[in-house]
């Protein structure tokens, strides 16, 4: 079980001590790593934390000696199995890489070579460390791809890389890293690549594998919930030095560092709560490298600060004598999660209680867009070889959705890669228009192109997306990307324009000297902000927001949402919001609409999306997603295999083949029915809502304190 | 696989049609009179008329086109009107010293650029690759005629190890004839050697960059083993385009080059028989060197499918 601490006399495997990592760049050496220690013992997995730039990868990839051509050890020792590694030689190393020493990577694909089999890819090890031949190498390889849970590991040797989904990857990459049962694993980020589904099918195999076999895990990622379902103890990172180190439990219970808190409150949880609440913000930035603070790292962000933190850098000490070392100097003072979440964080508004039917009058919010029964179909290739029986396949990427969004509210949108939600957006707005259905703004239909909608319908919808980086123009000024839509659509002269943008920037909290610099001179988190100013400069009515904080850290997130949040409140714009986040998703939303291969599986308020009944889809979401709270219980649903494709769509329920709770022969044949619930929730499942409900009862079982929190 | 390939050889085929168009048309245009040319500026316009109709010269282009093209799908490519041979024979014996030309340059850049580029991309940012990057640079931007008489200056005049005239008589054997291969070869082969050296150099340097190399690396694989089993299968795939696609340059290099040197191939057949007015010996040459030109590109798009299993059977 994770969380567990072994009984059994911990046998250190890897010992790091004060390790310093620096790298050679054009502004000189950078110390990335600095006194960094820790130990995994045989059987332990060891969770880093950190957001990005936090050291966290450099410090494992130099522990083990693998570092750029720029990067070097510049003090410490790294033993494995009590063998120093510092001061040894390329040979050396090459003979414990691959063979005491296993690494999975993050994106499957990429680290498995293109144009060889995946067979022989995996049996190099064999034959290089076992020194097997050509054919016990390949029986092997077959024997591990078994333990890894490959379906047809015969078929699968003889595939290239490209031919599997990113899940069945990165089991050939874990068992090509478990070949040798290696003393030392590192994972570093293996799932961020995959599908929250996904996901939960490779850490449960993690998770098992530990047991099978006697290694030592060192697991890397920034998902703060990933750690709770792999690691027994963790350590988070910050800008090259461990802010804490403890076992999982007393890390999320009583976190003793101000860092490791705040961390924990700028991540959404799933909460039954009918107020919708702020996040904790962390202030400022992490230091760069080559400007770090005098005293504690953290100081000039953390809100426990005092003046003796800045005189000296404080050491990472034992606080409690057993095990729970944390590097602040004031770890007593340091509240618990609870107290901090109350203090810290404020109510922004109440969530709908229930979205209600269009025929009821007691409705609050009017309907501001109304989408009915849209389909967005694309051409697919042509298939098959002979002239006259040529087919064109159809890619039905959006099948016919009905979605309501109210004046003033959230309507969240979540589901897998391919699932269409994107293309539901891009239908509204109209860039990609639905190829029937109607959209209505405003009870006023919608032409279906942007060419064709007037001027003052663009100005009511605006959209942010996911990558900033490629939907800001790199050659204008941020104040010139955000006084365009002011001087476009709503026919401002240019210094007005201008000093309008000023004041929007400041909306956003981006200081006043950002409208004259380009994007390339800020950060992801920054350049949201400045996409965030440029959709509300048009001063719309809906923004569609598609997945705006999936690429950012997660303090980054918690600051967008925090900012979404406040300026959908003063202003009272109406978001879409989509996202493969459902805790995300359920936090900003006053309605979610769980989407699957182009359709509505489940519709409800944001409460009764969470509560049981649930489409088996949204269970398999719901009990998938890494909650970062140990204390949450998920019953483990997985689902099996991946998306089908959008040109061959399954008949009668379209997620039968993947369905956990499938009936058989009822749910291949027959599209099942809407079936309502309480206050508008819908689900469209053949098994009746009260026995869904029954089944479902220990799926997603909350935390006492969070639901009152 | 078929489809691709099947589908390719159809462009090629396109290409080849369109240019044989473009070939006889050309010829049509280009300034000049055949029969003046053959009967000397004095002949009186009768005898230019009676010659004319002999040659098939005054029946409608269509006609003309047709007539010629089916002729040089059977193999009857006409006689050339200069010389008063077949010209069968005669490209065909030019092509093959061309061909011997085109080996000997082709068995020395491929090797040697393929080399240079792994050696710039192993050592980066290094003098070598410097040295390397730019003196490839120099001669993709140097032509034959003056990279050609630069070797000649210094090769044949200043040091005297190498003759400066490719002249061959017909019947000479391979080993005699080498020494005067030399120069034109290298000459015809430095352009080309630089964009291997170039191509090899940026794929190998991308490749040395992917994860998959890293995963090879942190198997504990030897540097070596990391090169031939994991790089170089992925790092040469472009190179090998730019190889098959080089062929086509190489030709256009030839054309110059054997004019340089005096050499015998086609590439001073074509300037010969442009020069005469000799339309069938235009025609044929020309149409040959689109031949050559179109099946070296299919070759590439073919080599590239084969090699690389993410575009197969597409």
């Known amino acids: 079980m994770p969380g567990d601490v072994t009984s059994t006399a911990a046998v250190p495997v890897l010992e790091v001590e ?219 990172m910050y800008a090259g030095e461990f802010a804490e180190q403890a076992p999982l439990r007393e890390l999320f219970g009583r976190p003793l560092h101000p860092y490791t808190l705040d961390l924990l409150g700028c991540v959404p949880h799933f909460d039954r709560s009918p107020e919708k609440r702020s996040l904790v913000t962390i202030p400022g930035a992490i230091p760069r490298l080559d400007e770090l603070p005098h005293g504690c790292i953290f100081a000039p962000r953390c809100s426990f600060v005092e003046d003796a933190c800045r005189a000296a850098r404080p050491p990472l000490v034992d606080v409690d004598g057993g095990g729970h070392l944390s590097a602040c100097r004031r770890w007593r003072i340091v509240p618990t999660p609870a107290e901090y979440l109350r203090e810290t964080t404020e109510q922004l508004g109440e969530r709908e209680k229930s979205s209600c039917e269009a025929e009821e009058t007691s409705c609050e919010a009017e309907a501001l867009v109304e989408i009915d029964d849209i389909r967005t179909y694309f051409k697919g290739p042509t298939i098959g070889t002979l002239p006259g029986r040529r087919q064109q396949a159809v890619i039905r990427a959006v099948d016919g959705v009905s979605l309501t969004v109210k004046e003033g509210q959230t309507l969240g949108v979540v589901g897998e890669s391919g699932s269409g939600k994107t293309t539901i957006a891009r239908a509204i707005i109209g860039l990609t228009p639905a190829t029937s259905g109607e959209i209505r703004l405003a009870g006023e239909r919608l032409e279906p192109t942007t060419g064709r909608r007037q001027r003052s319908v663009l100005r009511e919808i605006q959209m942010v997306f996911q990558n900033p980086d490629a939907s800001l123009n790199p050659t204008r000024t941020v104040g010139d990307a955000v006084s365009r839509p002011l001087v476009l659509l709503r026919g401002m002269g240019r210094s007005e324009a201008s000093e309008k943008a000023k004041e929007l920037l400041q909306a956003v909290s981006l200081p006043k000297g950002y409208s004259q610099r380009l994007p390339n001179e800020l950060s992801g988190g920054e350049k949201q902000r400045v996409a965030i100013a440029r959709a509300f400069a048009a001063e719309p009515d809906l923004i569609l927001c598609d997945e705006p904080i999936s690429s950012l850290d997660v303090s980054v997130q918690g600051s967008l949402m925090n900012l979404l949040m406040k300026l959908q409140i003063e202003q009272r714009t109406s978001y879409v919001f989509i996202s493969h986040d459902l805790s995300a998703v359920q936090h900003l939303s006053d309605t979610i609409a769980v989407v699957y291969l182009g359709r509505v599986m489940e519709l409800g308020d944001a409460i009764a999306v969470l509560t049981p009944p649930f489409h088996p889809y949204t269970e398999a979401l719901v009990s998938a997603v890494p909650v970062a709270d140990p204390d949450v219980k998920q019953t483990p649903i997985r689902l099996s295999g991946s998306v089908p494709s959008a040109m061959n769509i399954p008949t009668g329920c379209r997620f039968h083949p993947r369905c956990p709770r499938n009936l058989g022969d009822i749910c291949r044949e027959q599209e099942p029915p809407w079936r309502h619930g309480e206050g508008g929730h819908r689900i469209y499942c053949h098994i009746p809502l009260d026995e869904l409900t029954h089944l479902q009862a220990d799926t997603l079982v909350l935390a006492p304190d969070r639901t009152e929190v | 696989m078929l489809r691709f390939a099947g589908r390719r050889v159809g462009f090629v085929l396109l290409t080849i049609i369109l240019s044989s168009v473009i070939i006889f048309s050309a010829t049509q245009i280009l300034p000049g009179d055949v029969a003046s040319m053959v009967l000397g500026r004095f002949a009186s316009d009768e005898a230019k008329a009676t010659l004319r109709h002999e040659l098939g010269l005054d029946r409608p282009l269509v006609v003309q086109y047709a007539s010629w093209l089916g002729d040089f799908v059977q193999g009857d490519w006409g006689n050339s009107i200069s010389t008063k041979t077949e010209v069968r024979p005669l490209v065909f014996d030019r092509l093959r010293a061309s061909a011997v030309l085109g080996g000997v340059a082709f068995l020395f850049y491929v090797p040697t650029g393929i080399l240079l580029g792994l050696i710039a991309a192993l050592r980066r940012n290094t003098w070598v690759d410097q040295t390397i990057s730019v003196g490839s640079l120099i001669f993709i931007g140097l032509p034959e005629f003056v990279s050609g008489v630069i070797l000649i200056s210094i090769f044949s005049i200043r040091l005297g190890w190498l003759p400066s005239q490719s002249t061959i008589d017909p019947g000479t054997g391979f080993i005699e004839s080498f020494p005067k291969l030399i120069l034109p070869a290298i000459t015809v082969a430095l352009t080309t050697l630089a964009y291997v050296v170039r191509m090899t150099r940026s794929s190998t340097v991308d490749v040395l960059q992917t994860d998959y190399v890293r995963t090879a690396n942190l198997k504990g694989l030897p540097p070596y083993r990391v090169l031939f089993t994991h790089v170089l299968r992925n790092s040469l795939l472009p190179t090998v385009t730019v190889v098959a696609i080089g062929i086509g340059w190489l030709l256009g290099g030839l054309i110059i080059t054997e004019s340089v040197f005096s050499y015998p191939g086609i590439g001073r057949l074509l300037l010969f028989s442009i020069q005469r007015r000799d339309l069938p010996l235009i025609q044929a040459t020309a149409l040959l060197i689109v031949l050559i030109y179109s099946f070296s590109n299919l070759l590439a798009d073919v080599l590239y499918a084969v090699l690389n299993p993410r575009i197969r059977y597409r």
């Open chain 1, 18 to 236: 004060g390790l310093s990592i620096e790298y050679q760049t054009e502004r000189g050496a950078l110390q990335a790593v600095r006194d960094v220690s820790l130990v995994v013992n045989c059987h332990e997995s060891f969770g880093i934390v950190g957001e990005s730039g936090s050291g966290k990868s450099t410090l494992v990839m130099g522990a083990i000696r693998y570092l750029a051509s720029n990067g070097r050890v510049t003090a410490g020792s790294v033993r494995l199995n009590g063998v120093e590694l510092v001061g040894m030689s390329r040979r050396q190393l090459r003979s414990l890489w691959g063979s005491s020493i296993g690494v999975v990577y993050q994106s499957p694909l990429s680290s498995l070579n293109p144009s060889i089999q995946i067979g022989r890819q995996i049996a190099e090890v064999a034959r290089l460390h076992l020194g097997m031949g050509r054919g016990a190498a390949m029986d092997r390889v077959a024997e591990m791809l078994a333990k890894v849970a490959m379906p047809d590991p015969e078929a699968v040797i003889r595939r290239y890389p490209h031919q599997l989904s990113g899940g069945m990857l990165q089991r050939c990459v874990i068992a090509m890293a478990l070949m040798t049962d290696p003393a030392l694993l590192i994972l570093d980020e293996p799932t961020t690549a995959l599908d929250v589904t996904t996901q939960a099918v490779v850490l449960d195999l993690v998770a098992d594998l530990k047991r099978e076999f006697d290694s030592a895990i060192v697991y890397i990622t920034h998902d703060l919930g990933v750690v709770t379902k792999i690691c027994d103890r963790v350590g988070v």
